[in-house]
């Protein structure tokens, strides 16, 4: 009797820890989100759908080269970070933030150096659009800041800095971004790109400061790598490139296939949708860390009910807003000018892809915090694989409609397939969020 009032505390305890962090979480990426479809906005109404199509493209391609070149770190970072945190071993993630913030600077400089060089040929040849050159060399010299500002923020994340993390990732570039345009008022894509590198430089440096302040100095030769460090990191970093076909290849397909008006359309209803998914990614901020300490403590019970309780809330938070956005697209779209209206349709269906990647709960972090990288990695390489196919075939004979049909289905079935993985390696579902009896667990 005793013990089942104790664990019914701690379950009470779990819950309200759920509740507290991921709602102060969920604050901060509301504004995360808030100030994403600001700079959207700013940037469709400024420039219309032609030349916001240019820097919508060359934005995927600095996302892209960014996500690459940190050779799977992101994760690794969040992990380290939330293990050390609770050993009270920090010096150990000082460590290895500095091993791979050397190696990070070093490829992400010379790649950027690289592509610089082959500019044009890139947007001539490659894109088949003259015009982007000018925009794309000045987007491109932004790569190793923003590559560095995302490393660093990802080791605050593990922290749980949340505030900071997020900020550094959805506010401080885009709210930045969005006053100097408001003030400055760009003519052209080019200078819009070169306001751009800007926000980025500056984002960088109050990372590094950031950092700085949290994680204690180094002494030398103190600290030492974890245990298969590198092979983990390979695993991550496939894992990012393959779950980039997913999540940027329809834009990247787009870019070469779609005129640049309709590549805008198509660009303002993928990160109109993602405004879905801004609840998951704001519990994941803190769960990551936790789902880490959990598993590594072998708090099995525990960490299953974290994990179905996040669920539970994000799916609270998340429907309400896609009913919105399902009876009401042209609503939301005509706010970015009549030139976007007609990517009404694009944005129900992404709309319907999102929903499905919430109701699946943070599957992904799970497997990465608890080890089961390879297994993450084979179902992100099959279905990222099938992105890459879809996306070819549907945009090249239907367009901006077929790329986002492909997207949606994609992310819909690599999550439903995640989550059950999550069974078999973890031994709970996380869509049981509404338990009925009798019900598998």
């Not at 969920?26 to 940037?43: E, K, Y």
Request: glycine residues 6%; proline residues 3%; charged residues 10%.
């Amino acid at each position: 009797m005793l013990q089942k009032i104790v664990e019914g505390k701690k379950f009470i305890s779990n819950k309200k820890h759920v509740l507290i962090e991921s709602g102060f979480a969920f604050a901060v990426r509301v504004l995360s989100a808030f100030a994403t479809f600001i700079l959207n906005l700013v940037i469709a109404r400024q420039f219309g759908s032609f030349n916001s199509g240019y820097f919508f493209l060359c934005l995927t391609i600095t996302t892209v080269l960014s996500t690459i070149l940190r050779f799977g770190s992101d994760n690794l970072l969040i992990r380290y970070a939330g293990i050390y945190n609770s050993n009270k071993t920090l010096h150990q993630l000082t460590f290895l933030v500095k091993k791979f913030g050397k190696i990070l600077i070093i490829f992400s400089v010379g790649l950027t150096v690289l592509l610089l060089t082959f500019n044009s040929f890139i947007a001539t040849y490659f894109f088949k659009k003259e015009e982007l050159g000018p925009i794309l060399f000045w987007m491109l010299l932004s790569v190793p800041f923003l590559t560095v500002a995302f490393f660093l923020s990802y080791v605050l994340q593990g922290l749980r800095k949340v505030t900071l993390s997020v900020s550094i990732q959805g506010i401080f570039v885009q709210v930045g971004l969005s006053i100097l345009i408001l003030i400055l008022k760009p003519v052209s894509a080019v200078e819009l790109a070169k306001l751009y590198l800007a926000a980025c430089i500056a984002n960088m440096i109050v990372a590094l400061f950031a950092c700085r302040n949290y994680l204690p100095a180094l002494k030398d030769n103190e600290g030492q790598l974890p245990p298969n460090i590198w092979n983990a990191s390979y695993t991550l970093w496939i894992f990012s490139i393959l779950l980039l076909g997913i999540q940027w290849g329809g834009q990247f397909i787009g870019g070469i296939y779609i005129k640049p008006d309709e590549f805008a359309q198509f660009a303002i209803a993928q990160r109109t949708s993602a405004l879905i998914s801004f609840i998951l990614v704001a519990v994941n901020m803190i769960s990551a860390p936790r789902f880490a300490s959990l598993y590594n403590q072998k708090k099995y019970e525990e960490l299953k009910k974290y994990a179905i309780n996040s669920t539970r809330l994000m799916v609270l938070f998340a429907t309400p807003l896609v009913i919105f956005i399902l009876l009401f697209p042209t609503f939301i779209l005509q706010v970015f000018g009549k030139d976007f209206i007609n990517a009404a349709p694009m944005l129900r269906i992404l709309c319907l892809g999102q929903y499905v990647n919430v109701l699946t709960g943070s599957v992904g972090y799970l497997l990465m915090m608890s080890g089961h990288e390879k297994d993450l990695k084979n179902i992100t390489a099959i279905f990222g694989s099938l992105a890459l196919l879809l996306n070819y075939i549907l945009i090249k004979n239907y367009g901006a409609l077929g790329g986002s049909i492909a997207i949606a289905l994609s992310i819909a079935l690599q999550n439903i397939v995640m989550a059950g993985m999550v069974k078999k390696r973890l031994g709970f579902n996380t869509l049981n969020i509404f338990p009925v009896k009798g019900r598998f667990s």
